[in-house]
């Protein structure tokens, strides 16, 4: 990657608002960090290479309540410079942005398209669009903060050099690729819905498709519109859940849910599971598998010196046995790693990802 620095040209402290909110353990939520009350705080905050986050539960939980949900982040500057590098825009550059925030990643696009060039970017949350415009007029740059649904893109201004989308998505809306110039460049968080997602980078063709390929592993929240779902359970359904053992150990439960290891895979293989993984506490840690199409849950029970685990499995689905046995294929076939995956969208809006090995070609269709 090109040096950070030379791409993070604006203070990233114009751009945080003066409330912004942090994950709190004693209350398994998310509290508010105020400026004028604890200036150090968030001052160690917006200068940490960390994400900040500014909204929760899309604005409902006002400060000084426990928020829930992240909802709008200021993004890792690490990440910022590393979306920014692969996206290469050029000064003249004409640039759509999904997901403006705080307007800070606005702002960053602005410079480097220069007075030639042209951004366009595109926030759903009224409130924050409108945040987003006063800082970049008083911080002197002028991009098109428009408050809509990025999946519509922005067709006013197409076509596009360049789109970027901030937030992570399950497909790639056909609106970004029409309306990108053939030959123009997508950069967005991708991800089944098992598991972290990855930064992709997608070049688009002639003929209306595009093809990528897998760089670092991120998480970013959702666009609001593809969010990931789950189920929670009862007490009584759990206990009424078929219970078995699993002879998997320490080191494949890790490659499972690491995403530079098995997870990639496994959620190519087992469509439509959610995971999520827990610390109950210092020896008990459950990693869990939620399907709620088919109201299909699973729980691993990893308790400290109790091993063989547990597993709770609910539903029409055997989620833990899917996931196993997609972990197995993920080992025999080489343990590839997400960076050997091709993606590509047709001009259908088909996603398909690709996987050679010694011993063949492997595709999926990603279904939305
Ligand atoms: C990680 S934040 C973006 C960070 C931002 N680029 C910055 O520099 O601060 C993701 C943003 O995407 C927005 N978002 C979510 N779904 C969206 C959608 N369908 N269309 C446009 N924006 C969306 C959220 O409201 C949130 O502000």
Not at 136 to 145: E, I, M
Not at 342 to 362: A, Q, Y
Request: charged share 25%.
């Amino acid at each position: 990657m090109s040096d950070p620095n030379e791409l993070l040209t604006v203070p990233r402290e114009l751009f945080v608002p003066p409330v912004v909110w942090v994950d709190d353990p004693a209350t398994d939520g998310f509290v508010s960090v105020s400026r004028t009350e604890d200036e150090p705080r968030w001052r160690a905050l917006v200068e940490t290479d960390g994400p900040v986050v500014t909204q929760v539960d899309d604005g409902r939980t006002p400060p000084g309540e426990v928020g829930l949900h992240p909802s709008s982040s200021c993004s890792q500057p690490y990440l910022v410079a590393a979306m920014l590098d692969a996206l290469d825009v050029r000064p003249g550059d004409h640039v759509l942005e999904i997901g403006t925030g705080t307007g800070w990643n606005a702002a960053l696009l602005s410079e480097l398209v220069g007075e030639h060039g042209h951004v366009v970017s595109v926030e759903v949350d009224a409130d924050l669009a409108e945040q987003a415009r006063r800082r970049l007029t008083r911080a002197g740059h002028t991009p098109l903060v428009v408050t809509a649904d990025g999946t519509e893109g922005h067709p006013p201004h197409a076509p596009y050099d360049r789109v970027i989308c901030t937030a992570s998505i399950r497909e790639i809306p056909r609106t970004w690729i029409e309306q990108t110039r053939s030959g123009g460049v997508i950069v967005t968080p991708w991800g089944t819905d098992y598991g972290d997602d990855a930064l992709t980078r997608w070049e688009v063709h002639e003929d209306g498709s595009a093809s990528g390929h897998c760089g670092t592993s991120l998480a970013f929240m959702r666009l609001r519109n593809q969010r990931r779902n789950f189920l929670v359970p009862t007490e009584q359904q759990i206990n009424e859940a078929e219970t078995s053992t699993t002879r998997r150990g320490g080191r494949e439960l890790y490659e499972m849910v690491t995403f530079c290891q098995a997870s990639f895979t496994i959620g190519l293989r087992v469509p439509n599971c959610y995971l999520t993984v827990d610390d109950l506490d210092q020896d008990h840690r459950a990693v869990e598998l939620h399907d709620p199409r088919s109201t299909s849950w699973a729980r691993a029970s990893l308790v400290r010196g109790e091993h063989p685990w547990t597993v709770h499995q609910l539903g029409p689905r055997r989620l833990w046995d899917e996931v196993e046995a997609a972990h197995h294929w993920w080992s025999e076939v080489g343990k590839p790693p997400p960076r050997q995956y091709r993606l590509t969208v047709s001009p259908d809006g088909t996603h398909t990802v690709r996987l050679h090995t010694p011993h063949g070609e492997h595709r999926w269709a990603v279904t939305p």
